[in-house]
């Protein structure tokens, strides 16, 4: 999540509103081979590459911030076998993306927070990524 | 955010992320212009070595992948004008020309030189504790 205006989160949810419609999907599909309802430029090529970058593997615990309804943190999570939190700020993707984790079987969770601040413990985190958004 | 992520990351862990960015050495005009054209989130900021050392992280890695950027883009307006008449109803007649617009101006800025896309990737320090100064 870039900013944390009320403005743009409101922007942003509204286009999560949307992204279950067959054209959205499809138009994500044909771009970035992915169906979450992204928000980033990342593509399935790129995802993957991020997963060799990070050292994914079962057991290891992945940070997603600014996460948006889950892409790519979940396909990260999912083909690497390890845990993945989500955070972003506008509530309607973080509901989206903690759907399609217990759909995919993905363990983990979302955190409704800035980056920021993010209120999680010190030190517990195997990697971390983001995609698109500004640190 | 950086110095909150080197918080909650484990000793040694891997930070990767992809970021839009305003080219580096651009006039005032042109920085300008890059941000009015880029993506909500794009940075304008120093670069992000010297913010992720700001943060306590080390060995940062900047990889250009603005190529990619703008095929992605090109992609994705493509996709739309396929989908025209459908997003058209989703949305608005107007809001789909706006967002179009958007897109044309965005890709035209990077074939310009003004903006560009990275993937980054720096460490926690071995002996990971939370930065005094910085961001």
Same mark, same amino acid.
Not at chain 1, 48 to 59: I, K, M, T
Not at chain 1, 70 to 91: E, N, Q, Y
Not at chain 2, 48 to 67: H, I, Q, R, W
């Given at each position: 999540?870039?900013?944390?205006?009320?403005?743009?989160?409101?922007?942003?949810?509204?286009?999560?509103?949307?992204?279950?419609?067959?054209?959205?999907?499809?138009?994500? $599909?044909?771009?970035?081979?992915?169906? /979450? %309802?992204?928000?980033?430029?990342?593509?399935? @090529? !790129?995802?993957?590459?991020?997963? &060799? #970058? #990070? %050292?994914?593997?079962? %057991?290891?615990?992945?940070?997603?911030?600014?996460?948006?309804?889950?892409?790519?943190?979940?396909?990260?999570? $999912?083909?690497?076998?390890?845990?993945?939190?989500?955070?972003?700020?506008?509530? @309607?993707?973080?509901?989206?993306?903690?759907?399609?984790?217990?759909?995919?079987?993905?363990?983990?969770?979302?955190? *409704? *927070?800035?980056?920021?601040?993010?209120?999680? !413990?010190?030190?517990?985190?195997?990697?971390?990524?983001?995609?698109?958004? #500004?640190? | 955010?950086?110095?909150?992520?080197?918080?909650?990351?484990?000793?040694?862990?891997?930070?990767?992320?992809?970021?839009?960015?305003?080219?580096?050495?651009?006039?005032?005009?042109?920085?300008?212009?890059?941000?009015?054209?880029?993506?909500? /989130?794009?940075?304008?900021?120093? %670069?992000?070595?010297?913010?992720?050392?700001?943060?306590?992280?080390?060995?940062?890695?900047?990889?250009?992948?603005? *190529?990619?950027? *703008?095929?992605?883009?090109?992609?994705?307006?493509?996709? $739309?004008?396929?989908?025209?008449?459908?997003?058209?109803?989703?949305?608005?007649?107007?809001?789909?020309?706006? &967002?179009?617009?958007?897109?044309?101006? @965005?890709?035209?800025?990077? !074939?310009?030189?003004?903006?560009?896309?990275?993937?980054?990737?720096?460490?926690?320090?071995?002996?990971?504790?939370?930065?005094?100064?910085?961001?």
């Amino acid at each position: 999540m870039p900013d944390q205006s009320g403005d743009l989160v409101d922007e942003f949810d509204a286009y999560y509103r949307i992204i279950d419609e067959p054209v959205m999907r499809r138009i994500e $599909r044909s771009v970035l081979g992915s169906d /979450y %309802g992204a928000s980033s430029y990342t593509t399935r @090529e !790129q995802a993957d590459r991020l997963a &060799g #970058l #990070l %050292g994914l593997a079962p %057991g290891k615990l992945l940070l997603d911030f600014g996460s948006g309804a889950g892409w790519p943190g979940i396909h990260l999570a $999912r083909s690497s076998g390890c845990d993945v939190v989500l955070t972003d700020l506008p509530l @309607e993707g973080l509901r989206r993306a903690d759907r399609r984790r217990k759909v995919e079987g993905v363990h983990g969770g979302v955190v *409704a *927070a800035s980056a920021a601040l993010l209120p999680l !413990q010190d030190r517990v985190f195997d990697s971390a990524t983001s995609s698109d958004v #500004l640190c | 955010m950086l110095r909150a992520c080197q918080r909650v990351l484990k000793p040694g862990a891997p930070l990767v992320f992809f970021v839009v960015a305003v080219a580096a050495g651009l006039s005032a005009r042109d920085t300008a212009r890059a941000i009015e054209a880029g993506p909500v /989130y794009v940075d304008a900021g120093p %670069g992000y070595p010297s913010l992720l050392e700001a943060a306590g992280f080390v060995n940062a890695k900047v990889v250009d992948v603005t *190529a990619d950027y *703008a095929v992605t883009l090109s992609d994705s307006i493509r996709a $739309r004008n396929n989908d025209r008449r459908q997003l058209e109803q989703l949305l608005s007649v107007d809001e789909y020309a706006e &967002g179009q617009s958007s897109r044309r101006q @965005e890709l035209a800025a990077i !074939q310009n030189g003004l903006l560009r896309r990275c993937l980054i990737s720096a460490s926690a320090p071995d002996n990971n504790a939370t930065p005094t100064a910085g961001l």
